[in-house]
């Protein structure tokens, strides 16, 4: 199996997969014994969601019945078309002289405009969840997108706007100005069972209302390789071998009982369409995401501060002391770790959460998402064969419980920056950068810098504008970077270069 996966790895896996479709509650559950939406624990439900969920059975294979979830899913699911503007040319897109027409003549002498790059546009799918527009998609469907229009099910299209995004699980929240839209209510996906049937709900190839079929063939799989050499990704994908193609990126993932159990991500293939395996973040991590950007407009992302791999790839060294197969192996701590503070040690391996088993490191870093820092979470762990229970208070990232809002990267620098115009940069002798306009209390000036300075290099990545800036400062509040910390690398309009370290874990 691990030479499998190992090979799986080197396949390209389609993350953008394209336009989805979500699936709506079918009108039989209207009719059955109601009760309220159930999710997993430590998972809730802002949205509002008219229908009510009957209880979770099991049903026998010859008795499944896919029209009723089919019909209800279709009208859940929406087509996302997102449009890349084209960007100005460095030289701001004017007039240029062609060498052949500036020779020989061809046309005129003033020469010609520059042919305008055209708008990008791509496509996507997504999963109505509330009556009043909040839909969910997948982070890279609309990442980078100057304009969304949705087009709902029955051909209605509305301008969207982005409420939050979280690439780490590749989740985002948009909004169209709408009321009585049907939705698709959230399902358990920790109920899960291999072996039990699914549809996937979407728009490949910009086929509208397309239901596939098929079973999940796998849970909580990690290591597909979607993050690259991104450890900060989560990865504990519900695998199935329903057809997903190019379009259903963001799509609903359902259970015969027209359930939302999942969104459609990824497709593993040699080609880009559809070679028998597809992935979707389970409902249990994707509807706490979409909760949390709706409240705050960013994800509270709880961590334990533990170093972890599946105990089957031990090193040699500690392997004596692993007794189990099965579970999330400790191989370190973080240099604020909440877990080592509560007794954790390092060679102990994390087997469940508040009672829910875990079998891998992908399963534990599902099961932690769920919760928010400040929580308490009990884990349980095999210590060289003995079994201990320890009570842990989630923090994030920096090592606190505080909520993070969305923007809060501006109140934490302190400052205000622009972007430096052609003139500056001539003036200046660089081609990038922003100044800084105007200091308050924050981290900048606590720093030590001071108004008037040119920020070129942040954590090694040129800043052009505010929003770089911005943008890494929010990953590492959000707990998306390894940094902590910022390394700013700049001058003084006197030629001074200056090179400064910024704490913001403290």
């Known amino acids: 199996m691990k030479n499998i996966w190992k090979n799986v790895l080197g396949v390209a896996l389609m993350a953008a997969i394209g336009s989805g479709a979500a699936i709506g509650t079918s009108t039989y559950l209207m009719n059955k014994n109601q009760r309220p939406v159930e999710l997993a624990s430590g998972v809730e439900n802002t949205f509002k969601q008219p229908y009510r969920l ?52 061809f046309g005129g002498r003033g020469g010609f405009q520059r042919p305008q790059p055209q708008p990008r546009v791509g496509a996507g799918s997504g999963v109505i969840i509330s009556t009043d527009g909040y839909i969910i998609t997948n982070n890279h469907v609309i990442d980078g997108a ?11 299209k509305f301008p969207a706007k982005i409420i939050g995004t979280d690439p780490t699980t590749d989740i985002a929240l948009i909004k169209v100005e709408a009321t009585d839209l049907p939705t698709i209510p959230f399902g358990d996906s920790e109920k899960l069972k291999v072996g039990e049937w699914v549809l996937a709900v979407g728009n490949p190839f910009n086929l509208t209302s397309t239901v596939t079929a098929g079973i999940v063939s796998a849970k909580s799989r990690g290591n597909i390789g979607t993050g690259g050499r991104d450890r900060s990704k989560i990865e504990s994908f519900i695998q199935t071998d329903a057809a997903v193609n190019p379009g259903n ?14 969104i459609n991500t990824a497709i593993y293939s040699e080609t880009g369409n559809f070679a028998g395996y597809s992935f979707a973040v389970p409902i249990s991590i994707a509807g706490k995401v979409a909760n949390d950007l709706k409240q705050y407009g960013a994800v509270q992302r709880a961590v334990l501060g533990v170093l972890i791999q599946d105990p089957q790839y031990v090193p040699d060294a500690e392997k004596e002391k692993v007794k189990v197969l099965e579970g999330a192996y400790v191989g370190g701590f973080a240099e604020r770790s909440s877990a080592k503070e509560a007794g954790i040690e390092k060679g102990d ?11 891998s490191s992908s399963a534990l870093q599902e099961q932690i998402s769920k919760y928010r820092p400040g929580d308490k979470v009990e884990l349980t762990v095999n210590r060289e064969g003995d079994t201990k229970k320890f009570t842990v208070e989630l923090r994030n990232a920096q090592g606190s419980t505080k909520v993070v809002k969305g923007g809060d990267s501006a109140e934490v620098m302190g400052a205000a920056f622009k972007a430096l115009s052609n003139d500056d940069k001539r003036k200046l002798g660089v081609s990038y950068g922003i100044e800084v306009t105007g200091l308050t209390s924050g981290k900048l000036k606590d720093a030590g810098i001071k108004k008037g300075f040119i920020i070129m290099i942040v954590n090694n990545q040129r800043i052009s504008t505010p929003e770089d800036l911005e943008k890494i400062v929010e990953n590492i509040l959000q707990g998306r970077a390894e940094d902590q910390g910022l390394f700013i690398k700049g001058f003084y309009p006197n030629g001074r270069t200056k090179y400064y370290a910024i704490d913001l874990a403290e």
């Open 54 to 105: 009957t209880s979770y059975g099991s049903v026998a294979a010859e008795n499944i019945d896919f029209t009723s979830a089919a019909e209800s899913a279709i009208h859940g699911v929406v087509h996302i078309k997102a449009t890349t503007n084209a960007q100005a040319s460095a030289d701001g897109g004017g007039q240029y002289i062609d060498p052949f027409e500036y020779f020989f003549g």
């Open 146 to 156: 100057d304009e969304l229009e949705v087009t709902l099910n029955d051909n209605r």
């Open 249 to 262: 990126s963001g799509g609903a993932l359902v259970n015969t009982r027209g359930e939302l159990v999942g």
């Open 349 to 359: 391996v994390i087997v469940a959460v508040n009672g829910v088993k875990v079998k």
